[in-house]
């Protein structure tokens, strides 16, 4: 029997469900090692070119605009990635056992693993100290990791460009995305242009007072430390966090368990990736959320913006086909997340789900100010370096001096020439956390127009986000949602009035 469109999705179920599985042991630390190419080979039926030639001719043979046309290019879409997935598998083995087992040594013989370096570089209050983990970080990176990422890269490129989707890469993703790259990079640069008063406002007053450093001096290193912004911690504690958070969404109308399909692992762990993530292993009945704690408000926001994530999939409706429950614009879920992190940004949830009062409210507004400023231009600077690093028209030995240039020239903070293979986001993620600033902004103002400015403990805004936005999944686009929910299309300025608000 031939590889029809229904047993394509049910196997496409199986598959994601394994290799989402697999992801979740190794990087939540429970397994060592990743086997992902035992399980592409298992699937290997919808991986290969006659599950891509089906897919590919639902696309082309549905009506652009159409339902079907929508569900054909998500499997599209999902096809590519997976095979792209495929051909990697026995690299990203690879790149996974390194940074399991890399250690970072110091001079003065400490030690930590590379996984942890991180979180210390974060938590160092003696820049002598921040700067010589960092080196050491970086002399690792440099002699063992940098090799692997960029044939990594240049594997990716090439076998994407071999199916024939479009000209280039650039343009393969596109077509899968329904994401125009050159409006978002337009878009990014106008961002650093709007944004760049406020910046040179902020940063030179932050570093000094929190660091004791320069803008002329600072580091990326230097840049985990002031957004770290320990002076804060004491109204964070760590004990209360999880209990905070579960009290406010329940006040808001959501069960933050989703009625136990989503499961927290909090804890401190050796082996456990220092970047927090969720993985949903079954969509919508079995959600991870994954974090190690780094301490403070860093680990209140962290948990609030997997949560949103979490949710979003354990509450996406049961009956979708497989590609809106597994598919879609991660700029989507994004948002979510950010909506929910971004609740660390306002002043009556931080009175009434932290530790701070009236007195600390705003230098730590000012401070979130500085932290978003910091995390939307390195964003707005990494898809600008991405666009030309897969564009394909730049010799890769020229790529870490585009890399230092671009980023240091829109953070201040300077960036290193060994990051520049490590630093990229798999398949332009970078554009979907964009787009997610742009749609989680609108969607906060959508819910203070219609349940007030407390939103986040409105009995009738929790059912309203289930209904109206978990539940479809990612079916449709960002910017579809942003017309359907706020009738405006995607841009940056509500995500820079917001900052202005922070600090007036």
């Known amino acids: 029997m031939g590889l029809t469109p229904e047993r394509l999705r049910a196997d496409a179920d199986a598959f994601m469900e394994e290799v989402s599985r697999e992801f979740l042991m190794v990087h939540s630390g429970l397994k060592p090692t990743a086997e992902l190419q035992p399980i592409y080979e298992r699937y290997a039926r919808v991986l290969g070119t006659a599950a891509l030639d089906l897919v590919r001719a639902e696309f082309q043979d549905s009506k652009p605009g159409s339902e079907s046309h929508r569900g054909a290019r998500l499997m599209l879409e999902w096809e590519v990635e997976s095979q792209t997935g495929r051909a990697l598998a026995e690299i990203e083995e690879r790149e996974i056992a390194w940074e399991s087992s890399a250690v970072v040594s110091l001079p003065d013989g400490r030690q930590y693993p590379y996984l942890q370096a991180g979180i210390e570089i974060a938590n160092a209050s003696d ?5 010589a983990i960092d080196d050491a970080r970086a002399s690792i990176v440099e002699t063992g990791l940098v090799a692997i990422r960029r044939d990594r890269l240049q594997r990716e490129r090439d076998f994407v460009e071999s199916l024939d989707l479009a000209p280039n890469y650039n343009a393969a993703f596109t077509l899968l995305s329904g994401i125009s790259l050159d409006e978002l990079v337009d878009q990014c640069r106008q961002c650093l242009t709007d944004t ?31 957004v770290r912004a320990p002076e804060f911690d004491r109204y964070f504690p760590g004990a209360a966090m999880e209990e905070s958070v579960r009290r406010q969404v329940t006040e808001m109308g959501i069960d933050p368990d989703a009625g136990g399909r989503v499961r927290y692992d909090t804890g401190e762990r050796a082996g456990k990736r220092a970047r927090a993530f969720c993985a949903p292993v079954r969509v919508p009945d079995e959600v991870y959320l994954v974090m190690r704690p780094h301490g403070g408000q860093t680990d209140y926001q962290t948990l609030l913006h997997e949560l949103g994530h979490a949710l979003h999939f354990a509450y996406t409706r049961a009956d979708h086909p497989f590609e809106y429950r ?35 409210l705003s230098p730590f507004l000012r401070a979130a100010a500085l932290e978003e400023l910091q995390f939307l231009r390195r964003y707005c600077a990494k898809l600008t370096y991405e666009v030309q690093l897969y564009g394909g028209q730049l010799p890769w030995d020229l790529v870490p001096d585009l890399y230092v240039e671009t980023l240091t020239e829109a953070t201040s903070f300077r960036y290193r020439r060994a990051d520049a293979f490590i630093d990229v986001d798999a398949r332009f993620y970078a554009a979907r956390y964009l787009r997610a600033w742009q749609l989680g902004a609108l969607l906060a103002e959508s819910l203070r127009e219609r349940f007030n400015e407390d939103w986040y403990r409105n009995p009738g805004a929790g059912p309203w986000i289930v209904e109206e936005l978990f539940a479809e999944g990612q079916r449709e686009l960002a910017d579809e949602i942003a017309q359907r929910v706020a009738g405006r299309a995607l841009s940056f300025a509500p995500v820079i009035a917001a900052v202005e608000r922070l600090v007036a």
């Not at 994004?334 to 002043?347: G, I, K, N, R, V």
């Open 196 to 226: 760049e008063a406020v910046w040179r406002d902020l940063l030179p007053r932050a570093a000094h007072h929190s660091l004791g450093v320069a803008v002329s001096d600072l580091t990326r290193a230097d840049a985990l430390a002031l």
């Open 326 to 360: 597994w598919v879609g614009d991660n700029s989507v879920t994004e948002s979510y997340a950010m909506l929910f992190d971004h609740l660390m940004q306002h002043p009556g949830w931080l009175l009434r789900y932290s530790g701070l009062g009236k007195r600390e």
């Open 127 to 131: 820049r002598r100290d921040r700067l």
